[in-house]
């Protein structure tokens, strides 16, 4: 399917994450780490299938990469 693909192509520097969060990502076009650092951590986290656990390991690696979550209040649309 459409989803699973794009899951499959995501960068290797994402954390192992549940198949719900997976999805998640994938359906929002998250797909490299630069993509998870548009959104805001509400955004990510009113996604369905993302929980606490999951925006830990999402917390843990964007740092490790030097990058930060977007905190732009303006743009609350990734990609707009």
């Keep these: ?16 994450l549940g198949a ?5 990502l994938a359906n929002a076009g998250i797909a490299t780490l630069r993509d998870l650092a548009r959104w805001r951590e509400p955004d990510l ?7 606490p656990k999951q925006m830990l390991a999402l917390k843990v690696i964007i740092r490790k990469h030097r990058l930060a979550f977007n905190t732009n209040t303006q743009n609350l649309q990734p990609g707009i």
């Design 1 to 16: 399917c459409p989803v699973c693909e794009r899951a499959k192509k995501r960068n290797d520097d994402f954390p192992k």
């Design 20 to 24: 719900p969060a997976q999805r998640a």
């Design 45 to 51: 986290m009113a996604l369905h299938g993302m929980g």
